[in-house]
């Protein structure tokens, strides 16, 4: 069951406010991760707490501070963007299904990762001190 798209319109609307790309196709997902060239930070949204209260903030925190951001924002949206995110899960690989994550892929390649239980034990200036060390590896 998808969640109803109005109900999480504002949760959509933190992260394309940010300039974040939302990839709703099987299509769209394929195109990001195997043919855009540089790095690409791909968020699986969610409704939790969790990302209320910590992703999406950190995020935001992390591309506003670092000095380096990926080349590339994406997202999908779990519960809504059902396909596509099954999609995003397909080409992390073994690695469990996690919202929400956050992905980070140079010229098609998983650099790193961040799966849910790692989001739920810091708070939002843990995880965006994380993402900017993360990009200052890998972009």
């Known amino acids: 069951m998808r969640y109803d798209p109005v109900m999480i319109q504002p949760f959509r ?7 974040f790309e939302e990839l709703r196709t099987v299509e769209s997902v394929d195109k990001s ?5 540089g790095t ?5 949204n969610s409704v939790c707490g969790c990302a209320a209260g910590k992703a999406r903030p950190a995020i935001g925190i992390a591309l506003k501070d670092s000095p380096v951001r990926p080349d590339h924002l994406t997202t999908v ?6 396909e596509a995110t099954a999609r995003v ?8 299904p996690s919202s929400p994550s956050i992905a980070l892929w140079k010229d098609g390649k998983l650099v790193h990762f961040i799966p849910r ?17 993360t990009f ?3 972009c």
């Open 13 to 19: 609307d933190e992260l394309t406010r940010l300039g």
């Open 33 to 37: 991760i195997k043919e855009q060239k």
């Open 40 to 44: 690409t930070l791909l968020v699986v």
């Open 77 to 82: 949206f779990a519960g809504a963007d059902l």
């Open 89 to 96: 899960r397909e080409h992390i690989g073994s690695l469990p």
């Open 117 to 133: 239980y790692q989001i739920e034990s810091k708070d939002a200036f843990q995880i965006a001190e994380h993402l900017v060390q």
């Open 136 to 138: 200052q590896e890998h």
